[in-house]
């Protein structure tokens, strides 16, 4: 029974095309997040919801937009790829506990940009 | 704001040898602190976490680590390497004044020789 589930795991595209990738927590928390990994292995965040509300936003292109339909999904759409883009993009949940719970993650979506 | 640094982007250690993986973070109110691992193709687990109830802290497969508030450290470490613990380690942290985000460090490829 996975925890937090993405869709899909690899996603293969051209550049200038438009993606989504989706998001799944059945964990019952609060809080969820997108990370990018690029190919040293750094984690950089992009985005956090807490409820539906959107609480973090990093420095990130206006190419990619967050949706959050509920506080189970967190979903991420990005337009125009381009090939910086190409990387490994975390979904993770956390409860809102003053920063004290651990953050639970999926298993990611490997985006290459051809 | 906050930082983490681990030192040694890569560490190789003998089966059956000591494994020590350094973090330091700079925070001048003491902060929650955690380990992850990550398999290759797969998302970060946590091992353990600090929320300053012990300053020694024992989580999954053996491994613990200790939080000294005096060099502002949280290294992790396990008696006895296994093979099956050659992956990727990150030591994050978060703030206690609930900005819900995480910093996590470069990361530390550990290897495990036969």
């Known amino acids: 029974d996975t925890a937090v589930s993405q869709t899909p795991k690899y996603l293969v595209t051209q550049m200038g095309n438009d993606k989504s990738i989706k998001c799944e927590q059945n964990?019952?928390?609060?809080?969820m997040y997108w990370y990018k990994q690029d190919s040293k292995k750094f984690l950089k965040i992009m985005f956090s919801?807490?409820?539906?509300?959107?609480?973090i936003n990093e420095t990130v292109p206006n190419r990619f937009s967050p949706k959050s339909p509920d506080k189970a999904h967190l979903n991420l759409h990005i337009n125009s790829l381009e090939l910086g883009d190409s990387a490994v993009y975390f979904c993770?949940?956390?409860?809102?506990?003053?920063?004290?719970?651990?953050?639970?993650f999926g298993d990611g979506t490997r985006l290459s940009i051809l | 704001a906050q930082s983490v640094t681990q030192l040694g982007s890569h560490v190789s250690v003998s089966e059956g040898a000591l494994v020590l993986l350094r973090c330091n973070y700079s925070?001048?109110?003491?902060?929650?602190l955690f380990w992850y691992v990550q398999y290759p193709n797969q998302g970060l687990q946590l091992l353990l976490k600090y929320t300053s109830a012990a300053t020694l802290v024992k989580g999954i497969n053996g491994f613990e680590a200790e939080f000294k508030k005096s060099e502002t450290s949280f290294h992790l470490t396990k008696p006895s390497a296994h093979m099956s613990d050659a992956a990727e380690y990150f030591c994050?942290?978060?703030?206690?004044?609930?900005?819900?985000?995480?910093?996590f460090g470069t990361g530390t490829r550990l290897k495990v020789l036969a």
């Open positions: 994050a942290v978060s703030e206690p004044s609930g900005t819900y985000k995480y910093i």
């Open positions: 964990l019952g928390h609060d809080t």
């Open positions: 993770a949940s956390s409860q809102a506990d003053r920063g004290s719970q651990p953050q639970h």
């Open positions: 925070s001048s109110v003491p902060p929650y």
């Open positions: 919801y807490n409820n539906k509300e959107l609480i």
